[in-house]
């Protein structure tokens, strides 16, 4: 193994320096075990032909047999293309190629009978295959079977490099895997899981014998990844809750009770007394809390961040809320100022707009501890801000925030702070014990009383104008309106413009109401001034971007229009959708689509249409788009990329490997027996170049 790993890829054959370059970029393949692991993201039956009249809607990639009956070269220069029209007897299919024209066409001929293997997309009224992959009858017969189809990029289908290009430089490394190969994982869970060898489950992965075979290969494979994954994080988890001291918060005091007693706004939930109480016995453990906090929005977490605090405050220290934009800072400085106003707490606010000379006096205080709470963004975290008793930190809505710059607290104090972590992302089971499985995690699973369930609605564009009556019709009761637009990169033009366009009919539709107006790229203090217009109830109305997606805090808003609700992920829309329904009154949340929906994207819509709870969404949103698609929101938390375990689809593997790293941990927590250092090798290569976990919190 360890010679496949120092074998450069360029010196396969067939490969060279050029390609290796390429296949390093595109897919970070550079040695021939890189190659060993780039596994097949499916496979094909390739005894199964189609006829091409049987084809439907989405399909894969298949197979048809059949003859070219013309070829034709169109365009010129960069433009030229190859166009040939291909026919089973059943239908027509057209056959395009961009790249390589003159040698394909050399290469096959009108008349002679050919396997077509490729993706069919219907182009113009016909089936069409771009760059299918052609075999004669006699080659396709040395391929039989179950084969698998490698993941590629766009430019290296230009450059020619095709799945079967791949398998084929695959082929020639497999036979020298060494026939001893010693197997990493240890002994004791491969007897227990009844696992399939290394050496047997790569070549299996390849060169599929059977599909029962394949199943069991991939298994082994996924186990194996999963389990290095479990291993650093649980190794990690259990160091830490020796070795790192915590601040011992033993009282509640004089803020805490005051507050509860004189100040509590409403009656606390009962999920959020017991998550109380649950922060409050970590802190009173005397180890360092790292925790996460997870509510459907509107669950009430600024409440409880609040009452945290006030426990840091009584027993002698200094508190810090962090949230990702300035706006949400800012909320949160304003509510907890009036919550906090009876009792005497200086709290102050800390973003990238505050003034130098405001900045100067926040440094003051925080160092000679006469600042008890300070909220900010970003900002709280540059080095210059240094604290005289940092107890806990509290991050709000953490999916903005990188594990790098969790990470970054730490440097603060030689006792590091108490963590929590706040996120209205509910996070599937899988994923927490992934991504987060260094955190303990309390949920909030009530909402307040007297709330009613979002409804949601999905309408086209020809039903606009019942839209806005709904709309007239709320605001007319005295409601507020949140109409969203999509503007993914902060500088597509056509986005600003639907934007502004968007914002000119809401201002005609609506002449008697106030219209505030929110995107990215407007300058910091014009976005607060008409922010605040709207969380004042100055203005009626807000169209904004994204920018809202997360925290805002206005109750009397009861409609929440999504306009091109398509192009949002789930995650982002229920986000979206918990800006309203935060009063009694009846919320509505309305999904508008302009284009006609394919199936995919309607099913997509329809899981908002039918729940309100985070939790399905949630899951849902992984199954359809897959971990790493969730917006980035756990991205930055994934420490490695994941070959062949898919975190949506392979719960129970996770959970298999979870126990297994506990088990072998619990015998040697130092990973220093014989049979577990192949294990502990292959976990450090994997871990030690990317994350340094003995900084993260
Ligand atoms: P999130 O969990 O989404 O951050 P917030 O903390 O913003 O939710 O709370 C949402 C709304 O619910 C706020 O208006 C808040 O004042 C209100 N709220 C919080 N806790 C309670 C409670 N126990 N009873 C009634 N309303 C509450
Ligand atoms: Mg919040």
Redesign the pocket.
Known sequence: MERLRHSDIKYLKGVGPARAELLKKELGISSYYDLLYHFPTHYIDRSKIYTISSLEGDVAMVQVKGRFISMATQGEGAKTRLVALFTDGTGLMEVVWFQRVKAIRQAYHIGEEYILFGKPSIFNGRWSMAHPEIDTLESARAREGLRGVYPLTERLRARGITSRQIGAWVQSILPLLPQRLIDPLPPEILSSYRLMGLADALREVHNPQSTATLEKARLRLKFEELFYLQLNILRYTRQRSQQVEGLPFPRIGHFFNTFYQQCL?????EA?KRVIREIRADMGSGRQMNRLLQ?????????VALMCMLIALDNGYQACLMAPTEILAHQHYD?LCELLAPIGINVKLLTGSTTAKARRLIHEQLEDGSLHILIGTHAVIEDKVKWARLGLVII?EQHRFGVAQRAQLWKKNATPPHVLV?T?TPIPRTLAMTVYGDLDVSV?DEL???RRPVKTLLRYEERRMDVYRGVGQQLRQGRQVYIVYPLIKESEKSDLKSLEEGYELIRDTFRDYRVAYVHGKMRQDEKDFQMSLFVKGEAQILVSTTVIEV?V?V?NATIMVIENAERFGLSQLHQLR?RVG?GAAQSYCILMSKVKLARETRQRLEVMTSTTDGFIVAEADLKMRGPGDLEGTLQSGMPIDLKIANLAHDGQVVELARQAASHVLDLDPSLSLPAHQAAAREMHLLFDKTVDWSKIS
């Not at 509510?295 to 409440?303: A, E, F, H, N």
Request: proline content about 18%; hydrophobic content about 25%.
């Open positions: 706004p409403f009656p606390l939930t959020q509510g459907d929005v509107g669950s009430g977490k600024t409440l509510t709000d706040m209205a909030i307040p009383p007297g925290g805090n109750p918990g935060r």
